[in-house]
């Protein structure tokens, strides 16, 4: 699916190389791209960070984050010499300009062709640190830069981000990261789309009846209190991840499969997003906040008990959405997503419009259900297509019917193939200069400028968070929200 837009990388350069993220994720990712030979063979890694370490400790650190996050019959010693073999580190700090300088510098010793840089920090250094390379002679051609979620926390922020960060890369070097577009289930819902002729004739107003999109997390704040309670679940997670789902799901069919074409596509749907505001906020959002329940029958606390003060932030979110175009009119798009729900998920269920006339009389018409789509991208990968068949039996009382599910499980269907973590495929892409499965700089504003909306909302009105006890689906109201379509969230 990737298209090779400049020449590979020789260098990758993380900042933050020793934070949370790159030991979860971007460590393992890169060990899993040499284990399979697919980095450029003479490609150089350097880290860099605060932490004052030499090559070596950096060297340790990878090494256990790899042992800790790659399962034992998935480890190999000679990969894992290959990926620190590559290594190299250097302490630096975008406001120390001495660092910065000292950085530069190894950056253009090593490298041989060229340069990714990896801004895996707080946004608020994205700025800085690039337009330092800039002045250090580091951010030429032949550089690009990947930037993690979140840019800013509005759209006033995203904009000063990005005027920040174009002072030193103009556009077509900055790939602004959305993890979940890396995922294969995200990728196949593309293939889906525009692969199968039996999808796209129906992707639209006068076949699909609704759409609903959830992110539901069990887990709690997890030691990011801080950050969480300024972000909330409409920041942190609608913003980016839900909204890329909408877009996909959305967007007309690109001319081709590449960075240009997919993102245009993507900022129609973003731009034709019917405005939620003070007007109609209470009637197109639900807030919410976790109090204390149970999670798979363990106790956990509220949400202001775990942050430890009186909060107004939420936790949970729910949206009736419009896209306002000739495709789209009239479905309401429902997106929810927030923390301490019952079960992990992610998926995107499509229902169609019921059949308009039923031949079967008696039991059987009480028996018909609309056909459905439902794309799981987490914890498992798989697509079902709800169906209605005849039930087994001789049917002396009339004919019965029962919905039943065309299942594909990728984990059944693909069993050779290994797992893989969203940064593997960004990672390869950006090395590769690929950006299609990357956030361009209108989209990021796009959508920070209807979710401001929504938020200014909230405060004109003075709607605030709504309880729910963990362990459930969110507050009471957010059911409503659907219902008064005549819908119901698929649990």
């Not at 976790?290 to 942050?307: F, K, W």
Request: charged fraction near 25%.
């Amino acid at each position: 699916m990737s298209v090779t837009l400049a020449t590979p990388a020789s260098l990758l350069t993380v900042f933050g190389a020793t934070g949370d993220l790159a030991r979860r994720m971007l460590l393992p990712s890169l060990y899993s791209l040499q284990a399979e030979r697919l980095l450029p063979e003479d490609m150089r890694i350097l880290g860099t960070a605060r932490s004052e370490l030499d090559r070596e400790g950096f060297a340790q650190l990878v090494a256990a984050s790899i042992q800790q996050r790659i399962p034992a019959h998935e480890r190999s010693e000679d990969a894992l010499r290959g990926l620190l073999e590559r290594l190299d580190y250097l302490p630096a700090s975008a406001d120390d300009d001495a660092s910065m300088a000292a950085l530069a510098a190894r950056v253009q010793a090593l490298r041989a062709g060229d340069v990714l840089y990896h801004m895996s920090t707080a946004p608020k250094f994205y700025g800085p640190a690039c337009q330092a390379l800039a002045a250090h002679g580091a951010a030429g051609p032949g550089t690009r830069v990947m930037l993690e979620k979140p840019i800013g926390k509005d759209l006033a922020s995203a904009i000063a981000i990005n005027d920040a960060v174009a002072r030193a890369f103009d556009e077509a070097r900055v790939y602004r990261v959305d993890h979940y577009l890396g995922k294969e289930g995200v990728q196949n819902l593309i293939a889906l789309r525009f692969g199968n002729a039996l999808f796209e004739p129906l992707w639209n107003a006068r076949h699909i009846e609704q759409v609903q999109i959830t992110v539901a997390e069990t887990v709690g704040v997890e030691g990011r209190g801080d950050y969480y309670d300024e972000a909330g679940a409409l920041r942190d997670m609608l913003q980016n991840h839900l909204l890329q789902l909408l877009c996909l799901v959305a967007m007309e069919p690109p001319a081709r499969f590449d960075p240009s074409a997919v993102r245009n596509e993507k900022i129609k749907v973003l731009r034709s997003l019917r405005p939620i505001d003070a007007g109609n906020v209470a009637t197109e959002s639900v807030a919410g906040q976790y109090t204390a329940g149970a999670i798979d029958g363990a106790a956990v606390p509220g949400y202001m008990d775990e942050l430890g003060r009186p909060s107004r932030t939420e936790t949970f979110v729910a949206l009736r959405a419009h896209v306002d175009n000739w495709r789209w009119s009239g479905v309401p798009f429902y997106l929810r997503t927030g923390k301490r729900l019952p079960a992990r998920s992610t998926e995107i269920y499509l229902q169609f419009r019921k059949v308009p006339y039923s031949i079967f009389g008696g039991a059987a018409a009480a028996d018909m259900r609309p056909n459905g789509l439902l794309i799981k991208l987490q914890p498992e990968e798989r697509i079902e297509l709800d169906l209605m068949s005849k039930t087994p039996g001789l049917d002396r009382q009339g004919l019965r019917l029962s919905q039943v599910a065309l299942d594909l499980d990728f984990h059944q269907e693909f069993s050779s193939a290994r797992r893989r973590i969203a940064y593997e495929r960004l990672y390869l892409d950006a090395i590769e200069g690929n950006g299609t499965l990357f956030v361009r700089r209108d989209e990021t504003e796009a959508a920070w400028q209807w979710v401001d909306a929504i938020a200014a909302g909230w405060r004109n009105t003075g709607m605030l968070p709504r309880p729910y006890p963990a362990g459930t689906w969110g507050p009471g109201t957010a059911i409503s929200l659907v219902d008064r379509s005549g819908h119901g969230w698929r649990e």
